[in-house]
């Protein structure tokens, strides 16, 4: 604590995990597995440091903003051409072993009390990986983003209690695109007689934005002989706008065409809370 109102923090973790993340790099499907350690796959590791201010002013409004920076080892990647579909050949032969970072600062402003309450945060983020061991070389042994590379994340939260029953909510998110392998050119190889896609490195593509507004009206109703006990009707939006944010994408006869799954959906919940 500097003072009553505000406190810096100073973070340090060392971390060890016995299951890695193989994610597919390619716009279509996304496919995402769990793949176990094993005499060949080693866990991987990580060292994080991370400093962080807060303020408290007013005494229901919060503001902070925070700082990290993360290094890990014994990461895996598909190997470049290599997908866990189409062959018998098992997928500790389809991967190679590497490093990656990550670095970027947290931004948070938060109101507590009141009739109005919610939050604003915002995230600036770098995700990078370089595999370069020998025999396990991936994109020329270059660095690369990671997949989920995002950039830019902001979340927007507000809540607002109109009588005591009544309360009204309004979330809106916005995130950059995760990252893809996609093929700029194609040219005919005489040798093989293939028409051949040329990649010029890992993950080269950034999917489009994603972002979506909910919005949602909750009615409490206390029992009247146990007022601790509650009925809440909620009515709520999902994706108001119906952004069609994509969920994967696919080439046809040249051009890029993309897939949604979740438009704007309304629903309606009950809940009795005793």
């Known amino acids: 604590m500097l003072s009553d109102d505000v406190s810096v923090k100073l973070g340090y973790a060392y971390m060890t995990q016995y299951v890695h993340l193989l994610s597919t790099t390619s716009v279509s499907l996304p496919t995402d597995l769990w793949v176990p350690v094993t005499k060949q796959i080693l866990p991987m590791r990580s060292m994080q440091v991370a400093a962080g201010l807060t303020y408290d002013a007013f005494g229901y409004v919060e503001l902070s903003v925070e700082g990290y ?35 970027g600062v947290e931004f948070l402003a938060q109101r507590k009390a009141g009739r109005l309450t919610g939050w604003l945060g915002y995230t600036w983020s770098r995700s990078m990986r370089q595999f370069d061991r020998e025999g396990q070389t991936i994109n020329f042994g270059r660095p690369f983003p990671a997949k989920y590379d995002r950039e830019h994340d902001l979340s927007v939260t507000l809540q607002y209690a109109v009588t005591k029953n009544i309360d009204l909510s309004a979330t809106f998110v916005y995130g950059t695109g995760t990252r893809a392998t996609l093929g700029t050119q194609t040219y005919y190889d005489p040798l093989s007689g293939r028409t051949l896609t040329h990649i010029p490195e890992r993950n080269n593509y950034r999917m489009p934005d994603y972002h979506r507004l909910d919005i949602g009206a909750s009615f409490h109703y206390p029992l009247r002989k146990h007022p ?13 706008y119906n952004n069609m944010n994509p969920f994967l994408l696919y080439q046809d006869s040249g051009k890029m065409y993309k897939v949604s799954v979740f438009p704007i959906l309304p629903s309606v919940s009950y809940t009795f809370k005793f």
């Open 69 to 103: 920076y993360k290094r890990m080892t014994n990461l895996i990647e598909y190997r470049d051409g290599a997908s866990f579909i189409g062959t018998t050949e098992g997928w500790e032969q389809k991967v190679c072993m590497g490093d990656g970072w990550s670095y």
């Open 228 to 240: 601790e006990w509650q009925s809440v009707w909620n009515v709520s939006v999902y994706n108001v």
